[in-house]
């Protein structure tokens, strides 16, 4: 199986590199440290629980709106597409995948060797992190709910997967070393910041054209489902309201962050019966096609390129 | 069956690649044709010599061979696999030594070899190959980083030979060699001949070659100018001299090159070099002299392998070829 071993030689490249030391050290000051600052210093005894840190709860006192689950999946996909854009078109610009093709591994075998490769360097350390948090929180005293934490844990490693996933799609697309950084950061932008920004005005722009072509316009629940409905293509956002699902009723899940307004425009409307387009397993859905998708793209330009 | 076989292939490379670059407009100066109308074929069992001069489109064949970069148009076939549909089967029993290839710094001459051992699904001793062509287990247990561009050479060969390949395929082997590493990679070529498998390997050197090859293609600005056998080209060489000819006044070059029997024509200096056969000689003589100029004096050579080698590939405009590679 020479995907297997593509993948074995990958991760055992970046073994020596040190990356995957550097990233474990980094996840556990991350989220081992900051669940033993939390449970250890601030809220030290009884009455904490896992929820406190890693739920959609707003942050100790309830002071600032923080998501820890937001913050973490910004970490992680960076650091996942930092992992993986230089996968392949590294390899190209020195040469090394002359040598790796010239052995009988198939173009596919190399794009998905990667994809595994890379993977298991982000998630391992990620886990390291998390392994570390748990024991924070039992040491401290504080009451593990093991379903929701092992459900975030699993998460945030689809999420990790989903961002490596476009990582070695942008590597696989680009034709120079530079090209692939500045996709990371492009993409990483898009994500991180212009999503919003489209979800909020596409409904605002469907309204304009229709109140142009004087049609009535679009109702206050509607335009809140349709950015909503964007919103959730993001795998941050996706991301984000699954792992407060583990914490709390799927109708809270998706209007979590949401305003004031937005709740009252919708919040009966999904009580009643939310839409099977946010139901959990719907967004799931969108989640693991970040997955799977860019991959799938990412060979089909790689296979046909010269190399 | 052959080897490899090659029919009516062409590759034009557009310079099309990138993101801006496809906005803008590519006209054809933008298109370099690297390889050209080529239709030739390697046997089975022999040692094919590759020749020709930087950019004349022998890595890009070679590249085509190995699915790399994939023909404009015309097929190849390798051991009787498309090279490009079913390119795996054909790496499974080929060895490799690329042009243009980089080995991983990070990891040892060793993990290399054993990766290609494990690729290829075969079971030989990594250290049997390593010390085949001269990497001592010193060198093997180093990161292939600190290698210098002979041992890279060497090991990129030591993988190549993992699984005992029906057909090896060498791009420029003695490239950072020094002469008794060139020896070594003669005799390496030498030992897998014997054993049964085809040799494939380009060179620009032709002293590489003749010691090793049954038989040769010359390849010039993407096209196949000459192939033969060593000793056809022998026989060409014993049949062809070399004429120089001390001229007063100005000779009519144009009318000597269209004798027959005269393959080259170049001058030197007040003289004249003329590739000829033996018995064109006199024709010659009397054709610089019917132009209106006076021979003072002349000498016979006999041409080297090299000097037919040279003939055919260093044309008036090879100097400002762009080398093509991919």
């Known amino acids: 199986m020479t995907l297997e071993s593509v993948a074995r030689k990958d991760f055992r490249d970046a073994l020596r590199s040190r990356w995957l030391l550097g990233l474990t050290l980094f996840f556990a000051l991350l989220i081992g440290g900051s669940a033993a600052l939390f449970y250890g210093v601030l809220l030290s005894g009884a009455g904490a629980n896992s929820e406190t840190l890693f739920g959609l709860s707003t942050a100790p006192g309830g002071l600032f709106n923080f998501s820890y689950a937001g913050m973490l999946g910004f970490v992680l996909a960076l650091i996942a597409l930092v992992t993986a854009h230089g996968s392949l078109i590294d390899e190209r610009e020195s040469g090394t995948i002359k040598l790796l093709l010239s052995l009988p591994n198939s173009r596919r075998d190399v794009v998905f060797g990667k994809l595994v490769g890379r993977t298991l360097v982000v998630i391992i350390s990620m886990l390291v992190g998390f392994v570390l948090a748990l024991f924070a929180m039992l040491f401290t005293g504080g009451q593990v709910m093991f379903a929701s934490y092992a459900g975030q844990v699993a998460l945030s490693g689809l999420l990790a997967t989903a961002f490596v996933s476009i990582g070695i799609w942008l590597s696989a697309t680009s034709t120079s070393q530079r090209q692939a950084l500045f996709g990371t950061v492009g993409l990483y932008f898009i994500f991180a910041v212009l999503w919003s920004t489209v979800a909020t005005g596409v409904p605002r722009l469907v309204n304009w054209v229709v109140e142009q072509l004087g049609l009535t316009a679009l109702t206050a629940p509607q335009v809140v489902q349709m950015r909503l409905f964007i919103k959730y293509l993001n795998p941050l956002r996706a991301y984000e309201t699954l792992v407060a699902e583990l914490y709390g009723p799927a109708v809270a899940a998706r209007l979590f962050k949401a305003g004031l307004g937005e709740r009252l425009a919708i919040q009966s409307t999904f009580q009643e019966s939310l839409p099977f387009y946010f139901s959990g397993p719907f967004i799931l859905a969108i989640l693991l096609a970040w997955i799977v998708v860019p991959p799938l793209l990412g060979y089909r330009a790689f296979k046909k390129t010269d190399l | ?326």
């Open chain 2, 1 to 326: 069956m052959a080897a490899i076989e090659l029919n009516g292939v062409t590759k034009r490379f557009e310079d099309d690649e990138g993101l801006l670059d496809s906005v803008r407009s590519s006209s054809d100066a933008d298109a370099v044709t690297a390889v050209d109308d080529l239709s030739f074929s390697v046997a089975e069992g022999e040692v094919f010599g590759f020749l020709g001069p930087n950019g004349a489109g022998k890595s890009t064949t070679i590249n085509m061979l190995l699915d790399f970069v994939r023909p404009t148009s015309g097929s190849v076939r390798v051991l009787g696999h498309d090279a490009q549909a079913e390119s795996v089967a054909v790496r499974r029993r080929t060895g490799v030594l690329p042009e243009g290839y980089d080995v991983y710094d990070r990891l040892t001459g060793r993990e290399h070899v054993e990766f290609a051992i494990e690729s290829k699904e075969a079971d030989d001793d990594p250290d049997e190959l390593l010390s085949r062509v001269g990497l001592d287990p010193d060198e093997a247990d180093r990161r292939a980083g600190g290698y210098s561009k002979g041992m890279s050479q060497r090991l990129a060969l030591a993988m190549a030979l993992a699984g005992s390949p029906d057909l090896l395929i060498l791009d420029e082997p003695s490239s950072g060699l020094d002469p008794a590493g060139a020896r070594e990679m003669r005799d390496i070529v030498r030992t897998e001949a014997d054993r049964g498998a085809t040799v494939f390997f380009s060179s620009h050197v032709l002293a590489q070659v003749e010691a090793v090859c049954d038989r040769v293609g010359i390849m010039r600005d993407g096209r196949l100018i000459a192939e033969d056998t060593i000793e056809g080209l022998r026989d060409r060489v014993d049949a062809e001299a070399v004429l120089r000819i001390d001229v007063d006044g100005d000779a009519d070059l144009d009318a000597v090159r269209a004798l027959d029997g005269v393959s080259s024509v170049e001058t030197d200096g007040d003289g004249l070099v003329v590739g000829c056969t033996d018995d064109a000689k006199s024709r010659v003589i009397e054709a610089v002299e019917a132009g209106g100029a006076t021979v003072a004096d002349f000498e016979t050579d006999s041409a080297s392998l090299e000097d037919i080698f040279l003939a055919y590939t260093e044309g008036d405009d090879s100097a400002d070829e762009p080398e093509v590679t991919a």
